[in-house]
């Protein structure tokens, strides 16, 4: 892990839209601006990996149902939350071209995550 980093980890299932099996792994504040939830889902590799756009739609429902949620406990809300998938465990920051990774930006505005294009 990146020395700076704040970490909060609680592995645990979540349920998302498209049903594939997904576990919470870590959550990695970088900043008060930058918040990142990062989530295993074994499905996104192997020889039949969902695409991102098969998983893009349980992207938006964890930033909206599971971080921002979370977030708001704080009492101080990022200016960005980053939701990532990767298809087994990888550390934060290195890169693992072998292993897929999705990742997509919101914005949380209004008490929901607004998709945001990296």
Avoid at 41 to 57: H, L, N, T
């Amino acid at each position: 892990m990146t020395p700076g980093l704040a970490t909060a980890q609680e592995e645990s299932a979540v349920a998302v839209p498209s049903g594939m099996p997904v576990t919470f792994y870590e959550a990695l504040a970088e900043s008060a601006t930058v918040q990142r939830f990062r989530f295993l889902a074994p499905q996104i590799g192997g020889a039949a990996p969902r695409s991102f756009d098969e998983v893009a739609a349980d992207m938006q429902h964890l930033c909206d149902s599971f971080a921002l949620p979370r977030v708001g406990q704080s009492g101080v809300i990022p200016e960005l939350i980053v939701i990532s998938f990767m298809a087994e465990p990888v550390d934060a920051g290195v890169m693992s071209p072998e292993i897929r990774q999705y990742f997509e930006a919101y914005s949380p505005r209004n008490g929901a995550c607004v998709w945001e294009a990296f």
